[in-house]
């Protein structure tokens, strides 16, 4: 079945500094892939999505690439700050007419000021 | 435009009880999803309804139920909880492929 596979934390970075976060997905035929972020004591929030290969999703700073080829979509910040301190996780929807989200298990980041 | 909205926000119960959490969906959405998140097996899928009709199950007993109203407002309902129920429970509503979520429903089972 279809599965998301992101790297373990916890994450912990400085102000500023790169952060990179990395996921693979297995699915059959062509998913569209996401990013969310949680924060303590909250519900999800959609950080940013690509629906088809090759596409770029971004927004706040964060970027990923929809790459077919490597099944990744790895999730990426230039300059990261501490109130980017959440808990990343990856997802995919399988395919048109199925929006079952399938989630990686999650990514603890911490940004040191 | 008001985003998804999930009552009660926490909830404590006693083994055998059952339990009832309600979301409303942001307007114009005719899906909504639920998952539960716990520590030990992450974010997973309960259900989906569109148009008040179940369109996909997850991998869960019987004991946990869902429906949806005309207004797109979903209910879900835990019958003989269980200690293991102890988890967020978020729900999500649709447009096009994408779903967004509400805060979740913390549930304690005691």
């Known amino acids: 079945g279809d599965s998301v596979t992101q790297m373990e934390g916890p994450v912990t970075l400085s102000e500023e500094a790169f952060l990179t976060i990395n996921c693979t997905y297995t699915?059959?035929?062509?998913?569209?892939l996401f990013w969310y972020v949680q924060y303590p004591g909250e519900g999800l929030q959609l950080l940013l999505k690509?629906?088809?290969?090759?596409d770029k999703g971004s927004n706040k700073g964060f970027e990923a690439t929809y790459r077919k080829e490597t099944t990744s979509f790895h999730l990426e910040k230039g300059s990261v700050q501490v109130s980017d301190s959440a808990v990343y996780f990856c997802?995919?929807?399988?395919?048109?007419?199925?929006?079952?989200?399938?989630f990686g298990a999650g990514t603890t980041v911490t940004v040191r000021a | 435009k008001a985003g998804v909205t999930q009552t009660p926000r926490y909830l404590i119960k006693t083994r055998g009880q059952q339990v009832t959490l309600s979301c409303s969906p942001i307007?114009?959405?005719?899906?909504v999803s639920w998952y539960q998140q716990t520590p030990g097996q992450g974010l997973q899928f309960l259900f989906e309804?569109?148009?008040?009709?179940?369109?996909n199950k997850g991998n869960f007993p019987g004991r946990f139920s869902g429906r949806q109203f005309s207004n797109s407002r979903s209910e879900m309902n835990v019958s003989t909880l269980e200690l293991g129920d102890s988890a967020l429970y978020l729900c999500?509503?649709?447009?096009?492929?994408?779903?967004?979520f509400g805060p979740g429903t913390r549930l304690t089972v005691l």
């Open positions: 699915a059959t035929g062509y998913p569209s």
């Open positions: 309804y569109f148009s008040e009709t179940q369109r």
């Open positions: 690509a629906t088809k290969a090759d």
């Open positions: 999500a509503s649709r447009i096009t492929d994408t779903q967004y």
């Open positions: 997802a995919l929807s399988p395919a048109a007419n199925d929006y079952k989200l399938s």
């Open positions: 307007s114009g959405h005719r899906s």
